[in-house]
């Protein structure tokens, strides 16, 4: 059970701090700033939870490592659970701080169709260019958790380091497409506090689902044993 409330922690923690960036403080910090909160919480995190339960915080890196063969299904849904738990609790804390203040200059706010930093489609965006928007940028995040916590090609103690960094950058390019979900723990939690974000919440759970599945094939091609070695190989 340690492990399922770590996760639940973590997840909180995330929608709070990382979404609370945008809300709390968007207008200040801008996108670079928010997709920085983003990387810096999930570092932070890592080298909390980490050994605790893998600090995954995010059903579509439980999804990769379901299919990587990494962790057990039972695992799975407990970290699911657990994770989708921890958004909710953490964007009704976030939601709490909203409702105290309502004329404050929040951030993070696409008006008159949802708040507290709610994955929607923003103007000028298709919901086709943020559904590939979301399996890219999964699939590049995923596949440096892969690496990075491999446990033969891994970096051990900096891996946290990676892919904080990693979740950072994404976040940089994907805000401006659809707020950037590459988790869909992260966007049911707001989506439940903000309903106008229901419509596209589909794109923020089948987008990361898929882009973990495209890391997933990329990793198992880039690390296939391969019997021809050093510079005698003919290409």
């Known amino acids: 059970m340690n492990k399922y409330f770590a996760e639940f922690i973590g997840t909180l923690l995330l929608v709070l ?24 919480i999930l570092l932070c995190l890592c080298y909390c939870i980490g050994n605790i339960s893998g600090c995954h915080v995010n059903p579509a890196v439980s999804f990769a490592m379901l299919l990587a063969g990494r962790m057990s299904g039972r695992d799975f849904c407990g970290y699911v659970v657990a994770q989708l738990l921890g958004a909710v609790a ?13 004329g ?22 298709t919901q086709g260019m943020a559904l590939l928007a979301e399996v890219l940028l999964t699939a590049t ?13 891994g970096f ?35 989506a439940v506090w903000s309903p106008g974000a229901w419509p ?6 089948v987008g990361p689902l898929a882009g973990a599945a495209l890391a997933v094939v990329i990793w198992r091609i880039m690390t296939a044993s391969n019997t021809c070695k050093g510079a005698s190989c003919d290409a």
């Open 141 to 153: 995040f995923v596949l440096v958790i892969l690496g990075a916590t491999d446990s033969k090609k």
């Open 104 to 125: 404050y200059n929040f951030g993070g706010i696409t008006p008159g169709v949802a708040d507290l930093a709610a994955n929607v489609v923003q103007p000028g965006a």
């Open 200 to 205: 596209d919440f589909w794109i923020m759970v």
């Open 156 to 190: 051990g103690n900096f891996a946290g380091l990676a892919i904080g960094l990693a979740l950072g950058l994404v976040n940089i390019v994907g805000i401006p497409v659809d707020n950037c979900s590459v988790n869909p723990a992260r966007s049911f939690g707001p």
């Open 90 to 102: 953490g964007a009704g804390l976030l939601a709490w701080f909203v409702a105290l203040a309502p």
């Open 17 to 40: 701090l990382a979404c609370g960036s945008a809300v709390l403080a968007g207008p200040a910090i801008g996108v670079l700033g928010i997709g920085l909160c983003f990387g810096l």
